[in-house]
């Protein structure tokens, strides 16, 4: 069973919709939790990390829920610099696992 | 800021063949790990070594062997490049591996051939 499951997409969107990405875990251990980017042909950049309470960071809204070992990632007024795979990444003892990834593709 | 540095960026070989891919950070960083990524897979441990001195094997390590030469330096080796070892390999450098909320900072990447 893998440590992290993700819709691999693709998400294909217009410009300034809502869209939500989910990704479950399989490791209740599992200690601190991210969301990564990644353009094509690049290597993957840090989002934004995954707090409890849920953290925000302009348009973009990411979740913790612990007792369903789910994490969500919610991006609000899509703009088309927002096109990018976005991997979900959970840390858990000394290794880092990372979800396949979901394609999202706003359009004009 | 330089952060993680891979080198090359652009490799074939053939079959049998043997190379390594260097990497190096400038952050100070305790922790340095070699991901393979391909499509379909996600991005797959290969080794990683959470301090100086040590390394061990992640999911994917045949075929492979590493070496944290110093605190910034940490060499992926393939002995016999084999056609499934085709793929793009990331170097990632974190401050510390164990508990604690920590981000992986990841090198351009190194795109490998095998014929």
């Known amino acids: 069973r893998k440590e992290v499951e993700q819709d691999p997409g693709p998400f294909n969107v217009p410009e300034g919709a809502t869209v939500a990405f989910n990704c479950t875990y399989s490791n209740s251990a599992s200690q601190s939790f991210f969301w990564y980017r990644q353009d094509c042909r690049k290597e993957p950049k840090l989002l934004m990390s995954?707090?409890?309470s849920g953290n925000e960071d302009g348009r973009f809204t990411a979740q913790l829920n612990r007792a369903s070992q789910y994490i969500s990632l919610l991006i609000r007024d899509s703009k088309l610099s927002d096109s990018a795979t976005y991997l979900c990444v959970l840390h858990t003892g000394n290794q880092f696992y990372f979800g396949t990834g979901t394609s999202l593709t706003v359009i004009p | 800021n330089a952060g993680v540095t891979q080198t090359p960026k652009f490799q074939v070989l053939k079959t049998g063949q043997s190379m390594t891919l260097q990497c190096a950070q400038d952050m100070n960083h305790n922790s340095m790990y070699w991901y393979r990524q391909d499509p379909g897979m996600g991005l797959r441990l290969i080794y990683y070594s959470a301090s100086e001195g040590t390394t061990d094997k992640g999911e994917v390590p045949n075929g492979y062997n590493v070496s944290r030469l110093n605190k910034r330096e940490f060499s992926l080796r393939l002995e016999s490049a084999a056609p499934s070892q085709t793929s793009v390999y990331f170097c990632?450098?974190?401050?510390?591996?164990?508990?604690?909320?920590?981000?992986?900072?990841f090198g351009a990447g190194s795109r490998l051939t095998v014929l």
């Open positions: 995954v707090y409890s």
């Open positions: 990632a450098s974190s401050e510390k591996a164990g508990a604690g909320a920590n981000v992986l900072t």
